[in-house]
């Protein structure tokens, strides 16, 4: 099964900005499928975060943003704060295998 | 607020089945795919399949072809998910969300989640 690639982790000061790269193929993102985050808090279930690549649910703060371009997406965070800190996942649609959903491997969000 | 309610953890032995419910709330059931996802710990999350409570049209990911059955009762807004011939790497925990029959679209809800264990 076709996977999406993250790093495994990223930090940043409170305050600060960080960056999550999501790199997929040409068998998902980069033959244009949508790219969606998903925020997971400790002991939680995933939460939506961004959709269709830089999509805001109603509720999610400004300070997220994501974008995608070519075969990768990327998730920013600006003025990072504490509540911050969880693993974030990127999810994209792949067309091997009769279709279907395939998510990232995730990054580790600390908030030093 | 759309609510999803998964029943709660199990416990199952090796070559057991195991068949978990995931109520739908607050929302009409009948209008949006139920998708079931499941997280080995520290692991990726892994889409297993899903179903159309609309017509009842399932679709599985073929890892869990011939072990995965999706089900529904559509009076009872509940969607169900039975796991057969467990072992080890079923241990997870299994999610179900809602999303669109468009797969390119977002899960937008979750359930809780629900721990299955398996262990001799």
């Known amino acids: 099964q076709s996977v999406l690639t993250q790093p495994p982790s990223v930090s940043g000061a409170p305050g600060q900005r960080v960056s999550i790269s999501c790199t997929g193929s040409s068998s998902n993102i980069g033959a244009g499928y949508d790219v969606h985050w998903y925020q997971q808090l400790p002991g939680a279930a995933p939460k939506l975060l961004i959709y269709?690549?830089?999509n805001r649910p109603s509720g999610v703060p400004d300070r997220f943003s994501g974008s995608k371009s070519g075969t990768s997406a990327s998730l920013a965070i600006a003025g990072l704060q504490a509540e911050d800190e969880a693993d974030y996942y990127c999810?994209?649609?792949?067309?091997?295998?009769?279709?279907?959903?395939?998510f990232g491997g995730g990054t580790k969000l600390t908030v030093l | 607020q759309v609510q999803l309610v998964q029943s709660g953890a199990e416990v199952k032995r090796p070559g057991a089945s195991v068949k978990i419910s995931c109520k739908a709330s607050v929302y009409t059931f009948t209008t949006y795919i139920l998708y079931w996802v499941r997280q080995a710990p520290g692991q990726r999350p892994e889409w297993m399949g899903r179903?159309?409570?609309?017509?009842?049209?399932?679709k599985y990911a073929q890892q869990f072809q011939g072990r995965v059955t999706i089900t529904k009762d559509t009076s009872a807004s509940t969607a169900y998910m039975e796991l057969s011939s467990l072992r080890s790497e079923d241990t997870a925990v299994y999610y179900c969300a809602r999303g669109s029959m468009a797969e390119t679209l977002p899960l937008d809800y979750w359930g809780q989640g629900t721990l299955v264990t398996v262990s001799s």
């Open positions: 179903i159309n409570p609309g017509n009842g049209n399932t």
């Open positions: 999810q994209s649609y792949d067309t091997t295998l009769s279709g279907s959903l395939v």
């Open positions: 269709a690549n830089g």
